[in-house]
C-alpha cells in the first residue's frame, strides 16, 4: 500500500487528496501543516477581520473531511528539509516521515521589509487565520493603524479595519496602488474609492523606521522624515514561495519550486503545486509563480490525479485577480500593463462619470490580458477567450461593448459544450 505524504493543508493540498481518494481509497494520506487551524479559505480572512463573515464560513472543507477520507492531518508541524535520495521528509522538531510520492504545496509567506522596528510587537503579516485573530483581539484598543504597501493583501487589510472603526493609513512606496495587478488608470480609481470612504493612501512614500517601545507602537516615520501616528502596522509587501526545504538537494527552482506539465518537479514521485510551484503561464508564454487560489485548486487536482497513477497534462495558468472595495468591482487578468513590452495592441473605454473603465490587450490577434472596473460583466467570457487562443480579429469592436457577450463567440468557440462552464 502506497504512502502519499501532502505539506500544506490549503487549497492545493486539500484538491491533491480528493484528486487522489477518487482514484484510491485504501492507501494512506498524510497530510502535514505549521498551522494549528484547520483548512481555511485564505481569501477569506480579511472579510471576516471586517465582520462580513462568521469564522465558520471561512473553513474550506468542514472539520470532518480528514477522517471522512481517512487522512492522517497532523497540524503544528513544520517540514524544514527534503530528502529525495531516501523518500524522506525531515520536520523542525526532528520527526520524519517516509513517502512513496510526495506533494510540495507550502504556500508563500509574507514578505517584512528590512525596517527599523518591524520586529515590534504590534506588526502583523497578514497571511494566516492566526494573524487575523491575532489582530482582531487587539482593535477593542486600536484607534489608528498603518499598512505597509499598497498590493491587495494591503488594501484588503485596511478595508477591513476601516469597516472595524479604525483610522487606517496606507503607505505605498510606489506611485500607485495594486501596481503589480492594474495599470494606472484603473489603480487610480480604486484609490479615489478608498480615500472616498476615509482611507488615507500616501503615494511614493516609504518607511525609514517603527517608533515605539517593543511592546507598544506610536508612529511609523517616513522616508521623508514626517512621522505618522499609529498603534497597529501592518504589512502587506507581497509573499515569497516556501521553498527553503528543498534547498540543498537537486531539487529545481527558480522563484518557486520548477514543475512540469503534470505538476512534476524534475524529481521522480515529487509534485508541487500552489503559491510555492513556478508553472507555465499561458499568456506569458513561460513559467512563473502565479499565487492565486483558483490556480492552487486546479494545479492540486492535476498533481494528485497524477501521484494517484493518471497522466494529466496541466494547460498552464493565467494571472487572475478579482477585488471589490465599497462597492467597486474590478478584475486583471493576464498581461495588463505593456511597460516595456512590444508588439502588443491596447483598447481602451473610460467613462468617468460612471466609474468604467475598460482594457483589453491583444497581440496578433489573441486576447492576452484585460482590465475591468466598475462593470465586469466580460470577465469570465475574457478568461475563456485568452485561455483558449481565440482569434478576437472578427471581435475587436465588439470587445469593450457593455452588450458583449457570449453568443458574439458562439461560432468561434472550439468545444460548445463547455461555452457557459
Not at 53 to 68: G, Q, T
Not at 250 to 274: C, F, H, Q, R, V
Request: hydrophobic residues 40%; positive net charge.
Amino acid at each position: 500500500m502506497k504512502q502519499f505524504v501532502i505539506i500544506g493543508n490549503s487549497a492545493a493540498g486539500l484538491s491533491a487528496v480528493e484528486a487522489i481518494r477518487s482514484r484510491d481509497k485504501d492507501s494512506k494520506i498524510i497530510v502535514l501543516s505549521d498551522e494549528e487551524h484547520p483548512s481555511y479559505c485564505r481569501c477569506l480572512i480579511s472579510y471576516y477581520l471586517a465582520g462580513d463573515v462568521k469564522k465558520e464560513k471561512i473553513l474550506y472543507r468542514p472539520e470532518s473531511f480528514y477522517k471522512d477520507n481517512n487522512i492522517e492531518l497532523i497540524l503544528n508541524k513544520k517540514v524544514t528539509r527534503v530528502d529525495p535520495k531516501k523518500n524522506r521528509i525531515v520536520c523542525q522538531d526532528k520527526s520524519a516521515f517516509d513517502y512513496d510520492s510526495l506533494l510540495i504545496a507550502t504556500g508563500a509567506s509574507p514578505k517584512f521589509p528590512d525596517t527599523k522596528g518591524i520586529k515590534k510587537t504590534g506588526v502583523f503579516g497578514f497571511r494566516t487565520l492566526k494573524n487575523t485573530m491575532d489582530i482582531d483581539g487587539l482593535l477593542a484598543v486600536t484607534k489608528s493603524a498603518c499598512v505597509l504597501g499598497g498590493g491587495l493583501v494591503g488594501l484588503k487589510v485596511a478595508y477591513a479595519l476601516k469597516k472595524r472603526g479604525v483610522d487606517v493609513k496606507v503607505i505605498v512606496r510606489s506611485n500607485q496602488v495594486l501596481s503589480q495587478i492594474l495599470d494606472p488608470e484603473a489603480a487610480g480609481l480604486v484609490k479615489k474609492k478608498l480615500e472616498d470612504n476615509g482611507i488615507e493612501v500616501v503615494l511614493g512614500e516609504g518607511v525609514s523606521e517603527i517608533i515605539g517601545e517593543e511592546k507598544e507602537i506610536k508612529a511609523v516615520k517616513l522616508d521623508s522624515g514626517k512621522a505618522i501616528g499609529a498603534s497597529l502596522v501592518i504589512v502587506g509587501k507581497g509573499v515569497s514561495p516556501n521553498i527553503d526545504l528543498v534547498k540543498n538537494t537537486d531539487i529545481k527552482t527558480g522563484m518557486g519550486i520548477i514543475s512540469g506539465n503534470t505538476l512534476a518537479t524534475n524529481i521522480e514521485n515529487i509534485y508541487t503545486a500552489g503559491d510555492c510551484a513556478e508553472s507555465f503561464d499561458l499568456t506569458l508564454g513561460k513559467l512563473a509563480v502565479n499565487a492565486l487560489w483558483p490556480v492552487a485548486v486546479e494545479q492540486g487536482k492535476v498533481a494528485g490525479s497524477n501521484m494517484a497513477g493518471e497522466k494529466i497534462q496541466y494547460d498552464g495558468s493565467v494571472a487572475m485577480n478579482s477585488l471589490e472595495f465599497f462597492g467597486l468591482p474590478t478584475v486583471s487578468l493576464g498581461i495588463y500593463n505593456l511597460k516595456d513590452l512590444q508588439g502588443y495592441l491596447e483598447l481602451k473605454t473610460y467613462d468617468r462619470g460612471a466609474n468604467v473603465y475598460k482594457k483589453v490587450v491583444l497581440q496578433n490577434n489573441l486576447l492576452v490580458g484585460a482590465v475591468l472596473v466598475g462593470n465586469i460583466n466580460s470577465s469570465g467570457l475574457f478568461l475563456k477567450l485568452i485561455r483558449e487562443r481565440i482569434d478576437v480579429s472578427t471581435l475587436r469592436d465588439k470587445l469593450l461593448e457593455d452588450n458583449f457577450g457570449y453568443p458574439d463567440i458562439m461560432d468561434l468557440v472550439k468545444d460548445k459544450e463547455k461555452l457557459y462552464v
